[in-house]
C-alpha cells in the first residue's frame, strides 16, 4: 500500500504533519523506517537548514541542505548527504518495519534517486508507505507510482498508518 498526500507548496506544512505522524506511531510502538524533515530558520535573509531524522536509527540527524551564497538559484538539496540519509533508512528498513513514513517525493526522487529506491523495496517487502508530493512533482510521482497510490488527506493521514500498519505490528 502507497498513500501520498499533497499538501500547498508552504514551506514545511508536510514536514511538520509527517513528524508529528511519525512521533505519535513510534509512541504507540511501532517500528518505522524513512526520514522525516526538520528545518531550522536562519533569518529573513538566509534559506533555512534542513536536516533529516533517519526513523528507527539511532544515528545523528543528516543535514541535508547546502549554503549555496546569496542570490543563489540553485538546488540546495546535498545529494550526497541524502544518499547517506537512504542509505540508513534502507538498513532500518532490512531489519523490519510496520510502516515507511518519507518525507517527500521530490525533484531527486523524481530523477530516479534519493528515497526512490526505499519506497519500491517497502511496496516490494508489503510495507505500507506514506510519503508527501508537492504539487510541482506529481506527475513524475505519478508515472513512478502507477495505481499503486492512493491520495490521503492530510487530515486522514495518521488513520491511514494506523490502519495500514496494524495488520503487520499485531
Known amino acids: 500500500m502507497l498513500a501520498h498526500i499533497t499538501l500547498s507548496d508552504a514551506p514545511g506544512a508536510a514536514d511538520l504533519l509527517l513528524g508529528d505522524i511519525a512521533a505519535t506511531l513510534a509512541a504507540e510502538g511501532l517500528r518505522l523506517a524513512g526520514a522525516v524533515q526538520v528545518n531550522h530558520e536562519r533569518g529573513a535573509d538566509c534559506s533555512c537548514d ?14 541535508i541542505s547546502q549554503s549555496l551564497g ?3 538559484q540553485g538546488c540546495r538539496v546535498d545529494g550526497g548527504a541524502l544518499a547517506i540519509a537512504a542509505g540508513r533508512a534502507a538498513m532500518v528498513l532490512e531489519r523490519g518495519a510496520d510502516l515507511v513514513i518519507v518525507n517527500k517525493f521530490g525533484r531527486i526522487e523524481a530523477m530516479g534517486g ?21 504539487p510541482r512533482f506529481r506527475a513524475a510521482f505519478d508515472d513512478f507510482a502507477g495505481d499503486l497510490a492512493q491520495a490521503v488527506e ?10 495500514a500498519a496494524r495488520p503487520r505490528a499485531a
Open 154 to 163: 492530510p487530515d486522514a493521514a495518521l488513520g491511514w498508518c494506523r490502519a
Open 70 to 72: 546569496a542570490g543563489s
Open 50 to 63: 534542513m536536516d533529516l531524522t533517519v526513523l528507527g536509527c539511532d544515528g545523528p540527524v543528516v543535514r
Open 114 to 134: 534519493g528515497f526512490r529506491d526505499l519506497i519500491a523495496q517497502a511496496l516490494a517487502d508489503g510495507i505500507p508507505v506514506i510519503v508527501a508530493v508537492p
